[in-house]
């Protein structure tokens, strides 16, 4: 069975510093991963896709990038972290485009 | 550019009520996914639905695919305090790889 990780669960961080947050996927090869950022209690936000290595679509221009080292390796990362970061960071995952598995999330805290 | 709107935002009901939960677009998608998610986790699958008319059913909770395939709605019966979350639609269209996600009903089950 297919299986999802990210890490860390939770982070604080003060602004202006680095950031790298990783997404593992067991399990499956060759998914599709995506990043997503979610506001308190409310819907999720595309920040990045990628359908193999090195392939890298952004879907809001912002202060975070994405890389995938690895077929089933995600990391979001900034090189300095702004108050308007915060927020909760979803992973996920899909072999077929049209439904995606999430990950257990990061709750990443910039003060 | 896909919209999705939820409706309601945000619900509370007494244990024993029941509920629907609306996902609406003008625009069509090939097939619509709903999520629960609880607090400090990730969204969760219930359901896809592909088929326009399509109904399918979870135990208590009934979900609908409309027939033009641009809107579904999700019915709990019966609710229990162990429905209370974060419910999210998202629609996949034909082109690209991504989902298009509603901004999310926040139900509370009261006991």
């Known amino acids: 069975s297919q299986t999802i990780h990210q890490w860390p669960a939770t982070l604080v961080q003060p602004v202006g510093s680095p950031l790298s947050l990783e997404c593992t996927v067991e399990g499956t090869s060759n998914p599709n991963l995506y990043w997503y950022r979610q506001a308190a209690g409310r819907g999720l936000q595309l920040l990045f896709y990628?359908?193999?290595?090195?392939?890298i679509s952004s879907e809001v221009p912002q202060n975070l990038s994405a890389s995938r080292p690895q077929d089933r390796q995600f990391i979001l990362s900034s090189k300095k972290l702004l108050l308007s970061d915060s927020g909760f960071y979803l992973c996920a995952w899909s072999v077929l485009w049209e439904t995606q598995y999430f990950g257990p999330g990061t709750r990443l805290l910039v003060l | 550019t896909q919209l999705l709107e939820q409706s309601p935002q945000f619900l509370s009901i007494q244990e024993g009520e029941n509920l629907t939960v609306y996902c609406n677009s003008s625009?069509?998608?090939?097939?619509l996914q709903w999520y629960r998610q609880e607090p400090g986790e990730g969204p969760v699958l219930l359901v896809t639905?592909?088929?326009?008319?399509e109904v399918k059913k979870l135990k208590r909770l009934t979900f609908q695919f409309g027939d033009a395939r641009k809107d579904s709605s999700l019915h709990i019966t019966a609710a229990q305090p162990g429905d209370t979350g974060l419910y999210l639609c998202a629609g996949a269209s034909n082109a690209g790889n991504m989902l298009t996600f509603g901004g999310g009903t926040r139900l509370m089950v009261k006991p």
């Open positions: 639905v592909v088929t326009g008319g």
């Open positions: 625009s069509v998608f090939s097939s």
């Open positions: 990628s359908v193999g290595i090195g392939q």
